[in-house]
C-alpha cells in the first residue's frame, strides 16, 4: 500500500515522519522519487502532476490536500479512481479566524480608521450594533456552517445559501436559483465559501452584487473564479460595494498593478485563508486510508457529476 506525497519539501517530510510513527504499515514516498510507479496506490496532492492515468496505472484514490478539488480535470481520470477532499480540522480553523477577522474588521470599521490615522485625523462615526448588521454565506457545507456558528456567537443577523435546503440554528436558510435574489437582498456583508464548479464560477458578478443592499461589502474565500473582477471594480466605483476583502484571485500570484491589488477599498490576502498542516490534517487522511483498505465509504469523496 505505497501512498504518494506531491506537496512542497517541508511538508512532504512532515507527512512521511508522521507516517512512520503512526502508521509504519503505510508505505510513503515524496515527489518526485516515485520509484516504481506501479506500486503507487494513492495520490495525495494540492497540483497534482500530468497525465495522471498513465503515469499510475494502479492508483486507486486521489487525496486532495486542499478542501476544494478544482484544480483536478476528474474528466482524465478513470472512473475507479475516487477523489477525496481535505476535511482538515485545521482548514476549519483557519477559515473560521480569516472570516471572523474580515466581518469583525468591516463591521467595525477598520480600513477607514485605519486610513484616518494616516491622514492623522481622529474622528469617530456612528457604531451600529451587531445584531443590526446582516451577514449572509454562500456555501453552507464544512466551512461555511462552521463560519456561521462562530459569527452567531457575536449576535449578527445571519443567512446562508446552498444548493440544497438546509436548516441551521440561528440562520434564515436559503436555497437554490430561485431563492438567490431573496437571499442576497440580506447581505450587508456577504461571504463567498462556495466550490469552484461550472455552477459557480463567475457567480459573483454585477447581476449578483446589484442584488445586495447598496453599500455592502464582500468577502471573497471562495476560488478567484468566483469573481469578474471588473463587475466588483465597477460596483466599488459606483458605491454599490463599498469595500472588499479577497483572499483569493483567479490568476494566482496576480501582479503587482493588479487592479484589485492597488484598489483603495480593498484588501488582498495571498491565499492564506486557511493552510493545510500535516499535524492536524493526519488523522482524517490515515482514517480515510483505513476505511479505504476495509473496503468503507471514505469521507469527503467528490461527487464527479457536483464537481464537489
Ligand atoms: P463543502 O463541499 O463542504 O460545501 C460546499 C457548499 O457549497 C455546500 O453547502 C453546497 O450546497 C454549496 N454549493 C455548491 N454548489 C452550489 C451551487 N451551485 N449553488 C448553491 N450552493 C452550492 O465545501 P467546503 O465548505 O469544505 O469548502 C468550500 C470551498 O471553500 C472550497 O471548495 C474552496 O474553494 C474554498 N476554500 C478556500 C480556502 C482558502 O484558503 N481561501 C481554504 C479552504 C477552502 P449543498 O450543501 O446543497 O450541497
Ligand atoms: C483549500 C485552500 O481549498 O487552501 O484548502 O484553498
Same mark, same amino acid.
Given at each position: 500500500?505505497?501512498?504518494?506525497?506531491?506537496?512542497?519539501?517541508?511538508?512532504?517530510?512532515?507527512?512521511?515522519?508522521?507516517?512512520?510513527?503512526?502508521?509504519?504499515?503505510?508505505?510513503?514516498?515524496?515527489?518526485?522519487?516515485?520509484?516504481?510507479?506501479?506500486?503507487?496506490?494513492?495520490?495525495?496532492?494540492?497540483?497534482?502532476?500530468?497525465?495522471?492515468?498513465?503515469r499510475?496505472?494502479?492508483?486507486?484514490?486521489?487525496?486532495?490536500?486542499?478542501?476544494?478539488?478544482?484544480?483536478?480535470?476528474?474528466?482524465?481520470?478513470?472512473?475507479?479512481?475516487? $477523489?477525496?477532499?481535505? /476535511?482538515?480540522?485545521?482548514?476549519?480553523? #483557519?477559515? !473560521?479566524?480569516? +472570516?471572523?477577522?474580515? @466581518?469583525? %474588521?468591516?463591521?467595525?470599521?477598520?480600513?477607514?480608521?485605519?486610513?484616518?490615522?494616516r491622514?492623522?485625523?481622529?474622528?469617530?462615526?456612528?457604531?451600529?450594533?451587531?445584531?443590526?448588521?446582516?451577514?449572509g454565506?454562500?456555501?453552507?457545507?464544512?466551512?461555511?456552517?462552521?463560519?456561521?456558528?462562530?459569527?452567531?456567537?457575536?449576535?449578527?443577523?445571519?443567512?446562508?445559501?446552498?444548493?440544497?435546503?438546509?436548516?441551521?440554528?440561528?440562520?434564515?436558510?436559503?436555497?437554490?436559483?430561485?431563492?438567490?435574489?431573496?437571499?442576497?437582498?440580506?447581505?450587508?456583508?456577504?461571504?463567498?465559501?462556495?466550490?469552484?464548479?461550472?455552477?459557480t464560477a463567475?457567480?459573483?458578478?454585477?447581476?449578483?452584487?446589484?442584488?445586495?443592499?447598496?453599500?455592502?461589502?464582500?468577502?471573497?474565500?471562495?476560488?478567484?473564479?468566483?469573481? $469578474?473582477?471588473?463587475? /466588483?471594480?465597477?460596483?466599488?466605483?459606483? #458605491?454599490? !460595494?463599498?469595500? +472588499?476583502?479577497?483572499? @483569493?484571485l %483567479?490568476?494566482?500570484?496576480?501582479?503587482?498593478?493588479?487592479?484589485?491589488?492597488?484598489?483603495?477599498?480593498?484588501?488582498?490576502?495571498?491565499?492564506?485563508?486557511?493552510?493545510?498542516?500535516?499535524?492536524?490534517?493526519?488523522?482524517?487522511?490515515?482514517?480515510?486510508?483505513?476505511?479505504?483498505?476495509?473496503?468503507?465509504?471514505?469521507?469527503?469523496?467528490?461527487?464527479?457529476?457536483?464537481?464537489?
Amino acid at each position: 500500500m505505497t501512498l504518494l506525497f506531491k506537496v512542497d519539501p517541508a511538508r512532504g517530510r512532515a507527512w512521511k515522519a508522521l507516517f512512520a510513527e503512526q502508521a509504519p504499515d503505510i508505505e510513503v514516498r515524496l515527489w518526485p522519487e516515485v520509484g516504481d510507479a506501479s506500486d503507487i496506490r494513492y495520490l495525495a496532492t494540492w497540483q497534482p502532476p500530468e497525465g495522471i492515468a498513465e503515469r499510475f496505472p494502479n492508483l486507486q484514490v486521489l487525496f486532495a490536500t486542499s478542501a476544494g478539488v478544482d484544480q483536478f480535470d476528474t474528466a482524465t481520470l478513470p472512473a475507479w479512481v475516487q $477523489v477525496v477532499r481535505m /476535511l482538515d480540522p485545521g482548514i476549519v480553523q #483557519g477559515i !473560521v479566524e480569516y +472570516a471572523t477577522m474580515a @466581518v469583525l %474588521a468591516l463591521h467595525r470599521d477598520l480600513p477607514l480608521y485605519l486610513q484616518q490615522q494616516r491622514q492623522g485625523l481622529w474622528q469617530e462615526h456612528p457604531h451600529v450594533p451587531a445584531r443590526r448588521r446582516r451577514v449572509g454565506v454562500m456555501g453552507l457545507g464544512n466551512l461555511g456552517q462552521a463560519v456561521l456558528r462562530q459569527l452567531h456567537g457575536f449576535a449578527f443577523e445571519l443567512r446562508g445559501w446552498s444548493r440544497t435546503e438546509k436548516q441551521i440554528e440561528g440562520v434564515q436558510c436559503f436555497a437554490g436559483e430561485a431563492e438567490l435574489q431573496a437571499f442576497l437582498a440580506g447581505c450587508e456583508t456577504l461571504i463567498c465559501l462556495l466550490p469552484l464548479t461550472p455552477d459557480t464560477a463567475g457567480i459573483l458578478n454585477a447581476r449578483l452584487l446589484a442584488a445586495l443592499p447598496r453599500g455592502a461589502c464582500l468577502i471573497n474565500l471562495g476560488r478567484g473564479g468566483h469573481l $469578474v473582477d471588473d463587475d /466588483l471594480l465597477a460596483a466599488l466605483d459606483c #458605491g454599490q !460595494v463599498r469595500r +472588499a476583502i479577497v483572499d @483569493v484571485l %483567479a490568476t494566482e500570484p496576480p501582479g503587482p498593478d493588479h487592479p484589485l491589488m492597488v484598489h483603495p477599498n480593498v484588501w488582498v490576502t495571498p491565499h492564506i485563508g486557511a493552510v493545510t498542516h500535516p499535524e492536524s490534517a493526519f488523522g482524517v487522511l490515515l482514517e480515510n486510508l483505513r476505511r479505504h483498505q476495509r473496503g468503507e465509504v471514505m469521507e469527503g469523496v467528490v461527487l464527479r457529476e457536483r464537481g464537489y
